[in-house]
């Protein structure tokens, strides 16, 4: 099969845009002999034109003016990896008015405005990918939204930011604190020198947005996404975690609950939340270590799936964003689109209704019958304990429990009142343990 | 979308075939809701249609003419789950001639018989599917025919058996021998009564040779794989592993040598193998335990990869198979089907010709000077040693080493001079070491 030339218009070339340039430069002639599929890349909008990016680039290739990148006629496929949500929507719902498939990177985008985008091009009938949107290079997007389709996904489980997963395994693995961690972090690239997009759990929760979408159909925006950070996970705690057989990790969590779930072709009700688990050591998300990210999906057939890389750098979304281009093209020389499907408005289970098993750690006054008036809070909420650990500090002690499994609410409801008690001077870390889907 | 009915003509009801029929059962309705694709069972071919399978069947749907399936005008697209490379290639063949897609989960047919599948499906202009015949319920064919299509893959390494690696997890993890092993693998079902076409890696073989295919576009059979299994591995081989940071797992690697990979559209010289390698512990595939399989991707943009799953059973078969036949459903309602592109045959290079880190383990008599012949032969053949630890025995010890990188050919060579001294008893396991791609 020999086909028209695919022609590229890129919007954005930073990191990422170079490193597609760069692949696109040496896998082309290796595509169009395996395909017969040519890519080339026709305009490319950039900020500053004169910047050196170190690409040998045709001259006139570049432009300051993304629209007339995303309206040319000459431009089959936009690429766009600039980030953000605008103008980055804007553009690639005129990309989309006029015809073109588009590609992206773009997960603030996706987790703001996908329905809408999901929408314009379904009506247009033109491609959006966005393998790279979500845990970089590994390929998941399209697994999920495709061969995974049928599959009665119960649970899709992801360490999605890299950045945050570095800081927790320097912390397990070299005892280090967070604030360590982070400067580490900071000092070899992996954190930005504002990391609160990271370790705050914005960028995951953006991820799990996305996630949410692709695998149960559901129209889930960030703000959906209940989220917690790790700046509060303390080296005592990873330390009380490694004795019980833990590791602790940053999860974005979609999750989906039926009555009965394989038979219900009915809106699920989902939950979708960010934060810190207890996970156990055997497990295959506990394996996964530095920046490295990885996807667990758990479904009622198909039993655990992993998918694990690299979720960011220019190589890897790269990557992404070309197996994305030889879609288009496929798609294009078929004169077909990929299926997106239709996201249905989906009912979100609140944090307080979800139930789990909860590591808890308190600073008490270290006398006797302290323990009995905190297990007396627990008690009254019905909140069982399942395992109790006291490490004395002079005349502070540390009471670490793992509860049983309870219900969130019962537990903010155990800590509210744990809080009133005299001989409680500080809950420390309150972090949810792995538990079955 | 709504389209017309894809009639499924299923060749095969055994576990994994009546797991597709309760997947479908359950999943058909949610697939309609979602995508407007209806997927309805039209025949099947069984050998014993009285046989209770448990299963709620039309009236009539079962046959014992499975070439009535294949050549019905009322089947869409047949589903082979027979296995075997015959009648299974003929079936396949004819279903191809009538236009006909086909999704099959047969390793041995495509690892015997692909190039010619595939070449009859481009003739016709149908799909030939095949997720289930890697790594059962993994995502993992698809991804790699098409959302790495463009990426330079250097290196493919799978547990693709799961019956090898849940004995080597036996071994590894309660320290029993292989026997042992397999005793408790037959009981749990994990193993056949003959056991030879896993152990000894004629299974892993025929996947080994499908992976090449897909990865590099290179026309492999399973007889260019060189192959060997796990039944020499002994108790102390995993111990003195262990020590050193290694876990022994069975893979089946695929390789790629280009001079210069990322500009080289011709056809590569590679590597098929499947043979036990000393894993170094904190490497992704070293966590896969039990009976569970991953496959490790090593690319020059995209980085590591690993998708993790179960490799076997109804339910991940069934899975894999249902995606295939949604892709199938999806492609018809499009009027296209998928690439698999051709495959160009390839330039096998003779395991003797590869470089690899060995673990060898010798058994000798244990007396003064031994060290000193033994090492001598190792030198006289340029393999130089790593690390070398004795275990005394009574009057025999065994000396165990690790070499530096060595040229197969010179091993070879170096045990062949071994084994004619006389203070060499047996020259145990030589196991390869995992090195960079």
Redesign the interface.
């Known amino acids: ?1 020999t086909s028209l030339p695919l022609r590229i218009g890129l919007v954005g070339c930073g990191t990422v845009g170079a ?1 597609l340039v760069e ?1 696109l430069t ?2 082309v ?7 017969g599929l040519r890519l080339e890349i026709e305009r490319i909008a950039v900020r500053d034109p004169d910047k050196d990016r170190g690409l040998a680039l045709m001259p006139g290739i570049l432009t300051t003016d993304a629209h007339s990148v995303v309206t040319d006629p000459a431009v089959d496929v936009v690429v766009e990896v600039m980030g953000g949500v605008e103008p980055a929507r804007s553009l690639i719902l005129t990309a989309i008015e006029c015809g073109k498939a588009v590609v992206t990177a773009n997960k603030e985008l996706l987790a703001t405005a996908g329905a809408e985008v999901f929408a314009a091009a379904e009506e247009a009938g033109v491609d959006v990918l966005f ?1 790279a949107a979500v845990a970089g ?3 998941l997007v ?2 999920l939204r ?7 996904i119960r649970r899709v489980m992801g360490i999605v930011n890299g950045t945050t997963n570095y800081i927790l395994t320097r912390m397990s693995e070299q005892g280090v604190d967070y604030e360590q961690a982070l400067a580490e972090a900071q000092r070899l690239g992996y954190a930005e020198a504002d990391p609160t997009a990271d370790v705050e759990g914005y960028d995951a929760a953006a991820k799990c947005a996305i996630l949410a979408s692709i695998a149960f ?1 559901v129209n889930v925006v960030v703000g959906d996404v209940y989220h917690e950070g790790i700046t509060g996970i303390a080296a005592t705690d990873i330390r009380y975690a490694d004795r019980k057989g833990y590791v602790i990790k940053l999860l974005a969590v979609a999750e989906r609950f039926v009555p009965e779930l ?5 809106p699920a009700e989902i939950s979708v939340r960010v934060h810190p688990v207890l996970v156990p050591a ?1 497990h ?1 998300l506990a ?3 530095e920046s ?1 990210n ?1 996807v667990f999906v758990e ?12 979720g960011a ?1 220019g ?2 979304t ?3 964003l ?2 994305d ?3 288009a093209a ?1 798609n294009r020389s ?3 689109h990929a ?1 997106v ?1 239709t996201l249905r408005s989906g009912r979100i289970r609140p944090i307080e209704d979800l139930d789990s098993e909860y590591y808890i750690c308190l600073d008490v006054v270290d006398r006797p019958g302290v323990l009995a008036a905190v297990a007396g809070v627990f008690g009254r909420h019905g909140v069982s304990i399942l395992s109790m650990e006291q490490e004395g500090l002079g005349d502070e002690a540390q009471l670490m429990f793992i509860t049983h499994t309870a219900r969130e609410r019962s537990v903010r409801d155990t800590l509210a009142d744990l809080r009133k008690l005299e001989v409680v001077h500080r809950i420390g870390s309150v972090i949810r343990v792995l538990g079955e889907s």
């Open positions: 099969m490193a692949l040496t896998q002639p290796v595509i169009e002999a395996r395909t393998e290079g590994i390929p399209r697994p495709e061969s995974l389709l049928g599959e009665p159909g394989d038979r219900d072709p009915e055997n295959p394996s996964v270590r490295f990885a479904g009622a057939a198909v039993g655990e799936l992993m998918f694990y890389g690299r750098g190589g890897p790269a990557s992404a070309l197996g281009l030889i879609d496929v078929k004169g077909s299926t499907g």
